[in-house]
Structures are given as C-alpha cells and as structure tokens.
C-alpha cells in the first residue's frame, strides 16, 4: 500500500474560486497528465476534478514532500501567479499508504462533501477513473483500489440512511409538489431567476414538465431562464396583466416586501377557483398572508422545508459511524486482496514455464521413448500429462497464496 498516494485541494482549505484555478479540462487533461507521469516517473494517475475538489490519486514510489508538489503544479502551467504557488502546497491534503484509501473510501461515500450523503460524488469519481484508465494513464494496483472505493460506497448507500432522505430545500420543494401529482402540462409560473428557481426549474425539466413563464426584475435574466425551460420571459411589473392562467407559482426572489399580494394574485387568476400551488422559497416570504386567507392554495413554503432538511441532515450524521465502520472493514478486506493479487501477478509465468517443460520432456528428452508407445498408450500418457500439467500450474499458485495471505 506504500505507493498509494493522494494529493487533493478541496473547499476545506481553498476558496472555491481559488480551487477553479486548478480545474483541468477535458480536452487539455491527457496531455497534461502525459507530461507529468513521465518527468516524475509516476507508474499511474488519475485526476479528480468536481465543484469542490480537485485531486490526484498516485501509484508512486515518490514522497509528497513541499517541493515534490510545487514541481508536480507547476509542470500543469496551471493559471496560478509564481508567488501564490506556495501558498497552494501549503493548504494541500497529503495522504499516503491506508490514509489515502481510507480518504478515496470516505470521498466516494460522501463523508467529505459539503452535503454528506449526496450520492453524485460517487458517480463523479468514477466518471473520472474510467477517463484516465481509457486514455492509458492507470493499471492494475489503481483498477483494485477502485474496485473496492466503489464496492465501499455501494455498501454504505444500501447498508445505511447516510442518503435516504433529501437535506435540500429545492428537492424537499420538488417532492412537495410532486406529492401533489401535477401534470407534466401545468401551467408554472416561476418569479424570481436566482440560482434556487434555476435549480427547481432542473427538477421540473428533469420530470418532463414543460409549461413555464419567468418572472424577474431583469428581463434578461428572466429570458436566459426561459430560454433553458423553452418558456416565456416577462418582467416582474406583467405580473398584474399576465392572463394565462396558471396552476403552479414558484417563487424565490430577494424582495424585502411580499411581491405576490392578494392583487397581484387575483389578476393572475384571471377568474379561475380552482385550487392552485404556491411554493415559496423565499425569505422573507414573497407571498402576503392575505393571498393564503383569501383563496384554496395549497401552500409550500422554505421554512416548513428547512426544518425536515435540518432533521433530515442530522438523522444522516447519525448514520456517519455505520459508515465508518464499513470503510474500516474494507480496508481491512482489501489488504489481503491486494497480497492475493500481488502473488497472482508475480506467479503467472508459472503456466508457460510448466508447459515450456512439457515440450520440451514430450518433443525432446523422450521423444524417442514416446514414438515406440502404441496409440493407446500414447493417449494414456497424454491425458496424465494433462492432469499433471494442470495440477503443477494450480498447486503452488494456491499454496503461495495461502503462506502469503494466512500467514503473513
């Protein structure tokens, strides 16, 4: 496990606009890793490049010291100033031998992310395994390790409550109207085009929803919105001449003063009764207590969500020692792994050598011998050098194995 080695810069240490600097992209990745696999002699390499991390997983006999990883940045020409250089080493996470596997466990299981259990980290790691080893830049040590990172992560998703419950107020929100089995052809109107309406507005396009009209103090920003929903884009003002109808108000804007009042509401009715939606994720409220008096809404609003998010994230927190012990038994379940694989890959010229014996006893030294046996006999004495022959391949194969694993 010496060489396993990991150098990461994560949110923990780096302003996330700082930690940009450091993003690879695809396109320039595998030339980039080329290079530096090659100056420091590194025998595999994979890059981890998500929204808030940026590692480098090692097979390397080399120590991570300050200046190892100076150089190692430096050969990325990475846009980072000569005089900042230093101050990236500092804040660098060093692990190596079980620290680094025990921390590829714990990132892939989301215990290191900013929302613990939140499951895409898995997806994202691996997505960026399989780019390295299809371009030729990892093997067989760094194939087993996430071999067992992934085995981990699917074990403490399936084995615990770390991810079972959503601890955001968008997916709380989009649960909540989902409950409510609107159509896929309701008419939504989203008020606000701030970064929590665009990611409800995802859930919503995600599950086919495809009626939208964005509201915003910015025209601009209400019509970059609509053009990604394949809406309409209107300023906040149409709200009170707006006749479409509508089934569904979104609303998140950073208004000190409700925004949807029982006036504004009743023109958007435009004469319908039926019941409608409100979701308000707005705070404070951009609904006026009027509007939910005065009329059949069924309301959905932030603060309700954020207290079952603050009870959802703690019942995961709680879940964060099962996870740890599992991580802890597949670290222990990998060490021989690894012990078994290292004796496999130093036996496999075993076969060939057995068979190159075989040619040479059958063509060579007895050949003559051989040529005076009958068809009989010679069928008889190839079926025990078969068995011979497979049982000499099979037998020291498996009682290395047994001296290396159970008896080391």
Excluded: W
Excluded at 128 to 133: I, T, V
Excluded at 332 to 347: G, I, N, S, T, Y
């Amino acid at each position: 496990m010496k060489h396993l080695k990991v150098l990461a810069f994560t949110h923990q240490r780096i302003d996330l606009k700082e930690l940009g600097k450091l993003v690879i992209c695809n396109q320039t990745l595998a030339d980039r890793l080329k290079t530096v696999k090659e100056r420091f002699d590194i025998d595999e390499i994979f890059y981890i490049g998500t929204c808030n991390r940026v590692e480098f997983v090692l097979s390397t006999c080399r120590d991570l010291t300050p200046d190892f990883i100076k150089d190692f940045l430096q050969s990325f020409q990475f846009c980072i100033p000569q005089d900042h250089i230093d101050e990236f080493v500092s804040r660098a996470f060093v692990y190596q031998d079980l620290d680094a596997l025990r921390h590829l466990l714990r990132i892939s299981c989301s215990l290191e992310s900013l929302v613990v259990g939140e499951k895409e980290i898995l997806a994202q790691v691996r997505k960026c395994y399989e780019s390295c080893r299809e371009a030729g830049f990892t093997g067989d040590y760094l194939r087993l390790v996430m071999s067992q990172v992934v085995k981990a992560a699917k074990e403490v998703y399936t084995q615990t409550k770390i991810a079972k419950n959503p601890v955001s107020v968008v997916s709380l929100a989009y649960r909540k109207l989902h409950e409510l089995k609107m159509c896929s052809n309701s008419r939504i109107l989203i008020i606000g085009a701030g970064e929590t309406n665009k990611n409800i507005s995802k859930y919503l396009q995600k599950h086919k929803y495809s009626n939208f009209a964005v509201f915003n103090r910015t025209l601009s920003k209400a019509e970059d919105l609509a053009k990604d929903l394949n809406g309409e884009a209107y300023c906040l003002e149409d709200l009170t001449t707006y006749k479409k109808g509508f089934d569904v108000i979104i609303t998140c804007t950073s208004a000190v003063e409700p925004i949807l009042t029982n006036e504004i509401y009743q023109c958007l009715l435009n004469g319908e009764t039926d019941k409608k939606v409100i979701v308000d994720l707005a705070i404070p409220n951009d609904t006026h207590p009027d509007v939910l008096e005065q009329n059949l809404v069924n309301f959905i609003e932030v603060r309700s969500l954020q207290e079952v998010a603050n009870k959802n994230m703690q019942e995961r927190y709680e879940e964060l020692v099962h996870a740890e012990q599992i991580i802890e038994l597949n670290i222990e379940e990998f060490k021989p792994l690894l012990k078994q694989r290292r004796v496999e890959l130093a036996m496999r010229e075993v076969p060939m050598k057995i068979k190159e014996i075989r040619n040479v006893a059958v063509n060579s030294v007895f050949a003559e011998d051989i040529e005076q046996l009958d068809n009989n006999s010679r069928e008889v004495l190839e079926k025990i050098i078969n068995y011979m022959e497979k049982k000499y391949i099979s037998v020291p194969m498996v009682m290395a194995k047994e001296i290396l694993v159970n008896h080391s």
